[in-house]
């Protein structure tokens, strides 16, 4: 008998090769999980960074664009799933839940 870990690994490993092909850049969760990014540059400076929450499955927990001013503060935050939110302004160094460093390239 074959195990569900067993049945989904090659789904799981297609997904995330698809993932790290389309957006390039991630780091790994605590849970298992990754986080995958790319940024777009503005035309006035400003960045904007799209972001990709997935699970351990490579199933999707959240997407939502992140936007930086020319000093690469992130100063506002357009979740997109699992609900549109709309655009909502970043305080000063959090947002409910949102990592909110700065915008570099990594993984």
Known sequence: MVSWQEREAPRVERKRRENERKFGNWEELPDGGRRYFYEIQGRAGWKARYVKEVDALEQ????????????????EIHEKYPVDKGHKRVQEGSYEGFPTKGCSKNH
């Open 60 to 75: 999707t927990i959240r997407f939502y664009q992140e936007i930086y001013n020319e000093r690469g503060q992130l100063v």
